[in-house]
Nanobody, 117 residues
C-alpha cells in the first residue's frame, strides 16, 4: 500500500492549509485513515482519524482542523484552519484495514507544515 501526502508548506499564523493523501495498492478496504504529526524534537502524535464516518481529533486541534475522506477516490484530507506556530511539524498520513490505526498500519512519507511569520 502506498500513501502519498501533499499540501504542506509555509503559512503565517492564522492561515489555512489543506493536506491531501492518496492511497493506492490495497487489496482490502482501508477502514481507518488519519493524520499524525511529528514536531521538532517531539514524538509522533495523533492529529485526527476517520473510521466508518467517526472522527477523532487531538484536543489541540479540535475546532480548527477537519478530517474528511473520499472513499471513491481513496483520498483523505485534513483542512487546517487558524494555524498556530505549534502546529509546525511533519504531517504523516496513515491507513489501516482495522477500525483503528494499529502497529501494522501503512504510513506515507510525510509533508512538512511550517507556521511562521
Amino acid at each position: 500500500v502506498q500513501l502519498q501526502a501533499s499540501g504542506g508548506g509555509l503559512v503565517q499564523p492564522g492561515g489555512d492549509l489543506r493536506l491531501s493523501c492518496a492511497a493506492s495498492g490495497s487489496r482490502f478496504r482501508l477502514n481507518t485513515m488519519g493524520w499524525y504529526r511529528q514536531g521538532p524534537g517531539e514524538q509522533r502524535e495523533l492529529v485526527a482519524t476517520i473510521s466508518s464516518g467517526r472522527r477523532n481529533y487531538a484536543e489541540s486541534v479540535k475546532g480548527r482542523f477537519t478530517i474528511s475522506r473520499d472513499n471513491a477516490k481513496n483520498m483523505v484530507y485534513l483542512q487546517m484552519n487558524n494555524l498556530k506556530p505549534e502546529d509546525t511539524a511533519i504531517y504523516y498520513c496513515a491507513a489501516d484495514v482495522r477500525g483503528f490505526i494499529s502497529g501494522n498500519a501503512f504510513w506515507g512519507q510525510g509533508t512538512l507544515v511550517t507556521v511562521s511569520s
